[in-house]
């Protein structure tokens, strides 16, 4: 199962949004609702902003949004801070009952 | 609260083995999908393996055939046992319950060191 594609850096100015991509196959992020976006920050583990392709764990800034379109989901981060500086990473479930996840993508904030 | 607390990790000789513990709180391992994913220092999430509610396991190629995962559900906890381990198991390894198709309780990870 190969990861899925996720651009490797993205870069925003706070207040602008910032949009990741991450592309999978019909076996993966297009044949399931079940893809997800992991935030996380330096030294520490994984933490859920995104699941089911679009809806928001309690407590999560509205901010963080997610899609799908085909073999690729998308998450939108709008009115970029400085706290947003992390890795981001994309799940999806897959056709033989396991998990893949994307690339990984570092977000700066210039 | 959910909670979760990986145990086990250390320094192993190249073809060595290991097992590593996850001890569960605020939930019943039996009763949910758990999974072991893995970082290598200074790389991306890799997920390793799952073990479904009813018992199937499912394992990624790279570790298929070498790592089991299993449950004790007297002591709510998970299991990841690792043979003929090699430098490219290097990682931080994560215990992650894994319901309704999202990972959705990380533990903090357990360091896994592979080398002579």
């Known amino acids: 199962q190969s990861a899925l594609t996720q651009p490797a850096s993205v870069s925003g100015s706070p207040g602008q949004s910032i949009t990741i991509s991450c592309t999978g196959t019909?076996?993966?992020?297009?044949?399931?609702?079940?893809v997800s976006w992991y935030q996380q920050l330096p030294g520490t583990a994984p933490k859920v902003i995104i699941y089911?392709?679009?809806k928001r764990p309690s407590g999560v800034s509205d901010r963080f949004s997610g899609s799908k379109s085909g073999n690729t989901a998308s998450l939108n981060i709008s009115g970029l801070q400085g706290e947003d500086e992390a890795d981001y990473y994309c799940?999806?479930?897959?056709?033989?009952?396991?998990?893949?996840f994307g690339s990984g993508t570092k977000v700066s904030v210039l | 609260d959910v909670q979760l607390a990986e145990s086990g990790g250390n320094l192993v000789q190249p073809g060595g083995s290991l097992t590593l513990s996850c001890a569960a709180s605020?939930?019943?391992?039996?009763?949910?999908?758990m999974s072991w994913v893995r970082q290598a220092p200074e790389k991306g999430l890799e997920w390793v393996s799952i073990?479904?509610?009813?018992?199937?396991?499912y394992y990624a190629e790279a570790v298929k055939d070498r790592f089991l995962v299993t449950r004790d559900n007297s002591k709510n906890t998970l299991n990841l046992q690792m043979n003929s381990l090699s430098a490219e198991d290097t990682a931080v390894y994560y215990c992650?319950?894994?319901?309704?198709?999202?990972?959705?309780?990380w533990g903090l990870g357990t360091l896994v060191t592979v080398s002579s």
């Open positions: 992650v319950r894994s319901l309704g198709g999202v990972l959705d309780y």
């Open positions: 605020g939930f019943n391992v039996s009763d949910n999908y």
């Open positions: 073990i479904y509610s009813g018992g199937n396991t």
């Open positions: 019909s076996r993966d992020v297009g044949g399931y609702e079940f």
């Open positions: 089911h392709v679009s």
């Open positions: 799940s999806s479930f897959t056709s033989r009952a396991t998990y893949v």
